[in-house]
C-alpha cells in the first residue's frame, strides 16, 4: 500500500480556495447540553428530602446539523446559510444565537410553535463518566406548512450558494413523505450543483445527491446486513462503494474510522489510509467534519481525492477532542497534514488468519511487493528493547503501577473497582500505543492524563522529568538485578538476547552493512547495556538514545540522519523493532520495515499482541525472531524469491 501524501503547500492553496466558497446546510439543528456534576455540592432538599445534584459547570453546543455549521465556520468560507426548524424554547434561542455567532445566516431557522420541541440532548458527566442521556424533541411533528418553507429555502440555496449539504440524524425528523418528493424534484432541477447527503435514516429514498456514508451504511444501502460487532473488509467496502456510485453517477464518500475514507467518482475509487493516533479519542462528531471539509472542498473546485485527503486530516483532528463535539480549524489540519502517521494494512492488523507466510520460514508478508525493494540494504538501524535484548522485559508491568498511581494519587487503594478499571483500560492502551518512544514523551502523556483525570490536585501533579525519575527508579531496579546476574556470570548473553539476533548482526556486518542502534531508552544506559550483552562493537555506525535534551533525538532524525548523510535510496535502508515507532519511521523513509513480534519472556517464538501495531505501522515484513536468520539474510539480499510458494497459515 503506498502512501497517499499530500504537500504542506497544497493544503494551504485548498484551505485558501475553500474561503471563497459560499455554503448551506439543511438538517436536524440540535442542542448539545454538557453537565459537569460534582457529588461533593450535593445536599438533601428541604423541601422534598431528596439528595440534589449539584451542577460543578454547563456549557452547550450546537449538535447534528449545528455541529455541521460549527465545523463549516471553523474552515472559514465566505458564507453559511442553515435550513432548518426549531421550537420556541430556550433551547431555540440559544442555539439560534450560537448559529449566529458562528457566522450563519439564520433567516431559514424556523419556529415550530406548536408540536415541536427544539432538538435537545443534555449529557451528565459524573467522576468523568458520561450519565443516560435527557433528550428533548422526541415527539415531534413537523407541519406541513413548515416543510414548504423549508423547500422554498432549499430551491433558493441551491441558486444562491454553490454547495448544499443535506443532514438527517434524528429518527423521525422528516415525517411527511411527500416532503422527500419534492427534495428530490428540487435536486433534479439542479443536477450541476453540489448536494451531499447524509442521512441516517432515509439516504435510499433521495436522488441526483453525493452521499456521505461510513463503513456500515453503505453496507446497508446495498442490502448487506452487518452485526453489530463485524468488522466491514475493506475490500467489501469498495465494491459497495462502487456499487452505490453506478446507481447514482454522483461522488461516494465513506469513511472507515480508524481506517481511513474511501471516495468513488467515474475514475475508480481512492483509498485515503487513516491516521495513528496516540492520544485518547472521541469519535462523536467526526462525521460532520468529515462531511463539512470533503462539501467545501468540492465547492472549492477540487477533486474527489484532496476532498477526502483534507476530510482525512479535518477528522484526525475532531476525534482528540474529548467530551464535545469538535471542530478542526485550517491551523488545525495544516499541522495534522503535516508528515502524518497512517495506518497501513488496517485489515490485516485485526486479521492473522489472512496473514501470507513465506514458504519454509515464519516470516509473514504484510505487503508483497516488498520483493521489488529487496538486494540493496546497505544500512541496518535496530531497536533494542524487545528487538535484540530482553534485559529490560517487563517494563511495561513497571510502567503501569507508575502511572495508576500517579493518576489515581491518594485514591488508588480506595476508589471504586468501576473507576479502577477505566483507568486501567486507557493507561494500557496508552502503553501500547507509545511503545518505542522515549520515555519522556510518554511521560509528557502521563501528566495530561493525571490531568485529565483530576483525580491529583493541580498543586501536587509532579512534571514529566519527576514522573520518568520514578519509573526509572522502579525500572533499573529489576534492570541492575539482571545485569549483577550476566557480571557474575549466573546468566549469559543468551538469557538476555532475542533468539539468533547477534548471528544476524554479525552477518550483516560480514555483508558490509552499517549497523545503527536506536532506542528510546536513555543513551548511557544503552550503550551499558550493549556492552554488557557483548555486542556494542557491531554498532559500526553508532549507538544512539535519549539525550538529557530530549528533543534533539528520535529515532526519526537518527533515519534521517543516515539518509542524508550516506546519499541513500530509501531501499538502501533496512530498520528493524518490535515498537511502531521505528517501523513507522523506516517506511516514512522509504526503507524496508521488519517488525519483530518477540516473546521477550522465553526469547524466541510469537507474541501475538505486537502483531496488530507493527502490521498498522507499516511492517513490510514480520518476524518471530531471528532464529531463522540465514533465510531472513537471503531474502533481504534477493538470493531467495520472496513470491515463491506463498502459502496461508491455517488456523
Request: charged share 25%; net charge negative; hydrophobic share 40%.
Amino acid at each position: 500500500m503506498a502512501l497517499v501524501e499530500m504537500d504542506q503547500n497544497r493544503i494551504a492553496y485548498i484551505l485558501d480556495k475553500i474561503s471563497s466558497v459560499r455554503i448551506a446546510v439543511y438538517g436536524d439543528f440540535c442542542l448539545d447540553c454538557y453537565w459537569i456534576m460534582d457529588k461533593r455540592g450535593s445536599e438533601i432538599s428541604i423541601e422534598t428530602g431528596l439528595k440534589a445534584d449539584a451542577v460543578a459547570r454547563h456549557y452547550y453546543t450546537p449538535g447534528g446539523a449545528g455541529n455541521v455549521v460549527a465545523n463549516l465556520s471553523a474552515l472559514k468560507p465566505a458564507a453559511i446559510k442553515v435550513i432548518g426548524t426549531i421550537g420556541n424554547d430556550m433551547h431555540g434561542r440559544e442555539l439560534t444565537s450560537q448559529l449566529q455567532s458562528l457566522g450563519a445566516d439564520t433567516s431559514s431557522l424556523f419556529v415550530q410553535e406548536n408540536h415541536f420541541n427544539t432538538y435537545s440532548y443534555l449529557k451528565r458527566h459524573v467522576d468523568g463518566n458520561e450519565e443516560p442521556r435527557i433528550d428533548f424533541g422526541v415527539y415531534n411533528e413537523r407541519s406541513e406548512a413548515t416543510d414548504v418553507k423549508i423547500l422554498n429555502a432549499l430551491e433558493s440555496a441551491l441558486k444562491e450558494n454553490d454547495a448544499l449539504i443535506f443532514n438527517q440524524q434524528v429518527i423521525g425528523s422528516i415525517n411527511n413523505d411527500a416532503f422527500i418528493t419534492e427534495a428530490n424534484s428540487i435536486f433534479k432541477k439542479y443536477p450541476d450543483k453540489i448536494v451531499m447527503l447524509d442521512s441516517r435514516h432515509f439516504n435510499e429514498l433521495f436522488n441526483n445527491t453525493y452521499l456521505k456514508a461510513n463503513d456500515r451504511e453503505i453496507a446497508s444501502l446495498v442490502g448487506v446486513i452487518v452485526n453489530p460487532d463485524e468488522i466491514i473488509p475493506i475490500a467489501d467496502v469498495k465494491k459497495y462503494g462502487r456499487e452505490i456510485f453506478e446507481k447514482s453517477q454522483k461522488p461516494v464518500f465513506v469513511t472507515c474510522g480508524d481506517r481511513g475514507i474511501i471516495a468513488f467518482d467515474a475514475y475508480g475509487y481512492y483509498e485515503i489510509q487513516g491516521l495513528q493516533l496516540k492520544n485518547k479519542l472521541d469519535t462523536v462528531g467526526a462525521g460532520d467534519t468529515a462531511i463539512s471539509a470533503i462539501t467545501l472542498c468540492l465547492a472549492a473546485g477540487l477533486s474527489v481525492k484532496e476532498a477526502a485527503q483534507i476530510a482525512n486530516f479535518a477528522a484526525a483532528v475532531t476525534v482528540q477532542k474529548l467530551y464535545t463535539t469538535g471542530t478542526a480549524s485550517g491551523e488545525e489540519i495544516l499541522r495534522t497534514g503535516h508528515e502524518p502517521d497512517y495506518v497501513f494494512n488496517s485489515d490485516l492488523a485485526v486479521n492473522e488468519r489472512s496473514a501470507i507466510y513465506i514458504t519454509d520460514t515464519e516470516f509473514e508478508l504484510c505487503e508483497p511487493n516488498v520483493s521489488e525493494n529487496l538486494g540493496h540494504i546497505r544500512h541496518a538501524v535496530f531497536d533494542h528493547d524487545g528487538t535484540i535484548s530482553s534485559l529490560r522485559q517487563g517494563w511495561e508491568e513497571i510502567m503501569e503501577p507508575v502511572m495508576m498511581k500517579s493518576i489515581l494519587g491518594n485514591l488508588h487503594d480506595t476508589v471504586d473497582a468501576g473507576t479502577y478499571q477505566k483507568v486501567m483500560k486507557i493507561v494500557k492502551e496508552f502503553i501500547y500505543k507509545t511503545t518505542g518512544i522515549q520515555t519522556i514523551y510518554q511521560m509528557e502523556g502521563l501528566v495530561n492524563l493525571v490531568r485529565e483525570f483530576g483525580f491529583v490536585p493541580e498543586n501536587q501533579i509532579l512534571d514529566k522529568f519527576q514522573y520518568k525519575e520514578l519509573y526509572n527508579a522502579g525500572l533499573m531496579e529489576m534492570v541492575n538485578k539482571r545485569m549483577i546476574k550476566l557480571a557474575e556470570g549466573e546468566l549469559i548473553q543468551e538469557d538476555f538476547t532475542i533468539k539468533g539476533a547477534v548471528s544476524f548482526l554479525h552477518e550483516l556486518r560480514d555483508r558490509g552493512v552499517t549497523l545503527y542502534l536506536a532506542s528510546g531508552t536513555d543513551v548511557d544506559d544503552v550503550k551499558n547495556e550493549a556492552n554488557a550483552l557483548g555486542y556494542a562493537d557491531l554498532f559500526n555506525g553508532g549507538i544512539y538514545g535519549a539525550l538529557k535534551e530530549y528533543t534533539r533525538f528520535s529515532k526519526k532524525m537518527i533515519i534521517e540522519k543516515i539518509i542524508q548523510d550516506n546519499q541513500l535510496k530509501g531501499n538502501e535502508l533496512a530498520v528493524f523493532g518490535d515498537g511502531p515507532d521505528e517501523i513507522r519511521e523506516g517506511r516514512r523513509a522509504g526503507g524496508i520495515s521488519v517488525g519483530i513480534t518477540s516473546n521477550e519472556l522465553q526469547r524466541f517464538g510469537h507474541n501475538p499482541a505486537k502483531r496488530p501495531r507493527l502490521v498498522k505501522a507499516g511492517a513490510q515484513l514480520l518476524i518471530p525472531d531471528f532464529s531463522q536468520y540465514r533465510k531472513l539474510v537471503s531474502l533481504l539480499f534477493s538470493e531467495r524469491r520472496v513470491d515463491a510458494g506463498l502459502h496461508i497459515l491455517g488456523f
